[in-house]
C-alpha cells in the first residue's frame, strides 16, 4: 500500500517562497511518476506539477509556469515543490499523488492527506 506524507506547508506572505516536500513508502519510488496537485476552498482539485519516473520530464500547470519546479531525490524517496513568487491565489492544500502508469491526471491513483498553503497579501 503507497503511503505519501506532505509537509513543508504554512502561512507566507506574497512573493515568498516555500519548499513543499512528499515522503513516499514506495519501495519501487522510482517507477513511479509522482505529481502534486491542489484544491481551494469551494474549488475542484487542480494540476499544479508532475515529474516522470525518471525524472527526465516535468509539467506544470499554466498557473505556475515560472515559479514553481518539481524535483524528486530517489535515494530518500521524495518529491519536493519549490514555490517562488507565491500569490494569495496559491492559497490551497497541497496534495501529493503517485502513478504508476503516467502522468495524467487521470493515472494518479495514490494521495496524501495534504498540506495547507496559505498566502497573505
Known amino acids: 500500500q503507497v503511503q505519501l506524507v506532505e509537509s513543508g506547508g504554512g502561512l507566507v506572505q506574497a512573493g515568498g517562497s516555500l519548499r513543499l516536500s512528499c515522503a513516499a513508502s514506495?519501495?519501487?519510488?522510482?517507477?513511479?511518476?509522482m505529481g502534486w496537485f491542489r484544491q481551494a476552498p469551494g474549488k475542484e482539485r487542480d494540476f499544479v506539477a508532475a515529474?516522470?519516473?525518471?525524472?527526465?520530464?516535468?509539467y506544470y500547470g499554466d498557473s505556475v509556469k515560472g515559479r514553481f519546479t518539481i524535483s524528486r531525490d530517489i535515494a530518500k524517496n521524495t518529491v519536493y515543490l519549490q514555490m517562488n513568487s507565491l500569490k494569495p491565489e496559491d492559497t490551497a492544500v497541497y496534495y501529493c499523488?503517485?502513478?504508476?502508469?503516467?502522468?495524467?491526471?487521470?493515472?494518479?491513483?495514490?494521495w496524501g492527506q495534504g498540506t495547507q498553503v496559505t498566502v497573505s497579501s
Open positions: 499523488a503517485a502513478s504508476s502508469s503516467g502522468v495524467y491526471t487521470g493515472d494518479f491513483a495514490s
Open positions: 515529474i516522470s519516473s525518471s525524472g527526465g520530464s516535468t
Open positions: 514506495l519501495r519501487t519510488f522510482s517507477r513511479y511518476a
